[in-house]
């Protein structure tokens, strides 16, 4: 869902007041044009916004339950130290050491991805309204001269690629997902021990609710 009002600076008005909520043009959908500013105090704007903090705590909500629900499940498998979740405004962020999905330097998935993705598979079937985009990350290691990669981005890119195909072959709807290769970016330790590099090696599958449901 989007809410954002334009002003124009020359004029002195604001140009508008949004709010998508929804899939395919289907869900909940408000715009509201004002001429100026004052126009912010008039029981529309404040109805629009009543409605937005209202829609988006009930989003919220619903993905904190999505996001219990699939810790129950990591813990149930005993999936520790393969899978990890996090919740963040909103946003499920799953994370996968590369260790388990791919041999060092390859693009390649390995013999040990198999059961931690279809682990995976499960609750991307079972939780069909939200969108995955898998992440592929590298530590600060420079790619060897001769190496099939130009740089980490293009490694972690092939990877998330790689894993992306994984799930389409499985028969998760394409549209579901996206793939990004973040390279060396936004490590989650600093890259000054092999151990921290290890932790920064790995592959996320961010998880957003789109309403109205999906494929």
């Not at 195909?165 to 990004?180: E, M």
Request: charged residues 25%; hydrophobic residues 40%.
């Amino acid at each position: 869902f989007f809410f954002f009002y334009e002003r124009d600076e020359v004029l002195g008005t604001v140009g508008h007041l949004r709010m998508d909520f929804g899939s395919g043009g289907k869900g909940f959908h408000h715009t509201w044009w004002p001429h100026n500013e004052d126009r912010f105090n008039t029981p529309e704007f404040k109805e629009a916004l009543q409605e937005f903090v209202r829609i988006r705590e009930e989003m919220l909500q619903a993905q904190e339950r999505v996001y219990n629900a699939i810790r129950s499940f990591i813990t149930t498998k005993g999936l520790e130290g393969q899978i990890s979740a996090v919740f963040d405004q909103g946003i499920i962020t799953l994370t996968v050491p590369d260790s388990v999905l791919f041999e060092p330097g390859s693009v390649n998935l390995g013999a040990e991805a198999e059961p931690v993705l279809n682990d995976l598979l499960i609750l991307f079937r079972e939780y069909r309204e939200q969108t995955i985009n898998i992440k592929g990350y590298t530590d600060n290691s420079p790619i060897p001269p001769d190496a099939r990669f130009r740089d980490n981005w293009e490694l972690s890119a092939l990877r998330s690629v790689s894993v992306l195909r994984w799930f389409v072959d499985a028969g998760i709807p394409f549209v579901r997902l996206t793939a990004t290769g973040m390279g060396d970016l936004h490590p989650l330790y600093p890259n000054d021990t092999p151990e921290n590099q290890a932790r920064n090696r790995r592959v996320e599958f961010t998880l957003e609710r789109k309403v109205g449901g999906m494929p």
